[in-house]
């Protein structure tokens, strides 16, 4: 997948609290709902929302990411 298109996935999934799932360049998978999404030049990350009881938070940059899709 392009960049822009990812971050267009990202955006829509942060405004509508939709999860997300993300495979990233070494094969991991991530699934969550996008908090933040960066785009400024000095972060260009996302920050996910995994879940669970103690609401764990992931940055990932968003050159990492090869695959954005909604779940």
Partial sequence: ???DMIQDVLRF???N???VR????DGTE???V???VDTHITAHEVYLAI???DD???????????AAELI
């Fill in 56 to 66: 764990t938070e992931v940055g990932v940059a968003l050159e990492a990411i090869t």
């Fill in 51 to 53: 879940g669970g009881e």
């Fill in 34 to 36: 996008p908090t933040v």
């Fill in 22 to 25: 993300l495979v990233l360049r």
């Fill in 30 to 32: 991530l699934t969550g």
């Fill in 1 to 3: 997948m392009q960049l």
């Fill in 13 to 15: 999934a942060n405004s």
């Fill in 17 to 19: 609290e939709r999860q």
